[in-house]
C-alpha cells in the first residue's frame, strides 16, 4: 500500500489532510500580503511567492497527477499574462490621464486616493500602486505555478518511462 | 561546534524577540519624530527625509513620498512609484523566464 502511494508520487493521509489544511491559508495570507503591499512590509513578489507556495504545498502532498485535473499550466499562464497587461495598461492609462508613463493619477482622487495622516493606514490610499501590487501578484501567482507544475509534470513523466 | 551554533542561535533568537518587541505600531511612525517635528503634517518616516523635504520656515514636510504618492510604506512608493520602469523590468523578466519554460517544456493539448 504504502509502496503503491509513493509511486503514484502521493504523500501519506496525514500530509494530504495537513496541505488541504493549510492551502486556504496560504492563499489568504497571500492576498493579505498583495493587499496590503502599500501599508507594511511586502508587496506584490513577496505575496505571490506565498500564493505560489501554496501550489507547490498541493503539488508535494496530493501528487502532480491529481493537481493537473484541476489546474492547468496554460490558465496559469493566461492569468500571469492578464497580470502583465493590468501593470501596462495602468501605466499607460498614466501618460494620458497625468504628466507621464506610470504616473499615479489616483492620488487625491475619491478612489485609492486618500493620503494617511498621522498614525493612520486607510486601505483606500497609494493611488496606483495597490493595482500595480495586485498586477504584479497575479504575475507572479501564475508564473510561478506554472513552471512548477510544469517542471514536475516533465520529471513525472520522465520516471514513468 | 554545536556549542558555537547554540550560542549563535541565542543570540539570533533574542535579537529577533527584541526588534519585535520594539517594533512601532501598526502604521504609526516612530515614537521620536513628533518630538523632534512637532508641525510635520504627514506621517514623517526614516525615508521621507530621504526622499522628502522639510522645509524650516513652515516648519512642514514638502514633496513627502507620503504626499505625493499616498503610500503609508515608502519603500513600495520607491518600487512602484518613483522607480515604476524597474519593476516593469522585473516583471518582463519574470514574464521571458515563463515564455522560455513553456516554450521548451510545453505540451500539446490531447
Redesign the interface.
Known sequence: MKNEEMNEGKMTVIVQTIAALLFPLALIFSFYVIMHGHLTPGGGFQGGAIGASAVVLLIVAYGVKHVEEKMSEGGFSVFESLGGLIFVVVAIFGLFLATSFLANFLVNEPIFGKIPGWGESPLNSGGILPILNIAVGMKVIGGLSAVVLILALISREGEEK | MKKLAFIAFVVFFFFLFYSAYEIR?????PSNVKETFPDA???VTMDDRIIGKYNTTTGEWEYGA????????V???V???YR??D??G???V??T??AG??LL???E?K
Open positions: 505600531d501598526f502604521g504609526n511612525p503634517k504627514y506621517k507620503v504626499e505625493e504618492t499616498g503610500a503609508n510604506n519603500v513600495t512608493s518600487v512602484f512609484d515604476g520602469y519593476t516593469l522585473e516583471a518582463t519574470l514574464f523566464a515563463i519554460i513553456m517544456f510545453g505540451r493539448k
